[in-house]
Nanobody, 122 residues
Framework: QVQLVESGGGSVQAGGSLRLSCAASGRTFSGYTMHWFRQPPGKEREFVAAVSGSGGSTYYADSVKGRFTISRDNAKNTVYLQMNSLKPEDTAVYYC???????????????WGQGTQVTVSS
């Protein structure tokens, strides 16, 4: 099973940027579709973005499209989430996750990270 460790969260003012990283264990990292989810305070966890095993295909929630960019470095077993033009409504705990299937639109997850807090102040 793949182990995931997120980093890069913190506090930022609206309009600012953060880059989250998720380091994965395991030799077959490039074989997995990777996802980012988030859970705002008092709300359910929601999908943010996904990237294919090769990194060549991506998929985003409408709420972050054009502001967030998901990418991966398979040589480093790491997936990233670059977040620009942050808004207070982006405040959440952000989780990376290993997709159970290769489809970017599948929300079936086989492993979760522990999460990293992102707080955006107005």
């Amino acid at each position: 099973q793949v182990q995931l460790v997120e980093s890069g969260g913190g506090s930022v003012q609206a309009g600012g940027s953060l880059r989250l990283s998720c380091a994965a264990s395991g030799r077959t990292f490039s074989g997995y579709t990777m996802h980012w989810f988030r859970q705002p305070p008092g709300k359910e966890r929601e999908f943010v973005a996904a990237v294919s095993g090769s990194g060549g295909s991506t998929y985003y929630a409408d709420s972050v499209k054009g502001r967030f960019t998901i990418s991966r470095d398979n040589a480093k077993n790491t997936v990233y989430l670059q977040m620009n033009s942050l808004k207070p409504e982006d405040t959440a705990v952000y989780y990376c996750a290993v997709g159970r299937y290769s489809m970017l639109t599948s929300r079936q997850i086989s492993s979760w990270g522990q999460g990293t807090q992102v707080t955006v102040s107005s």
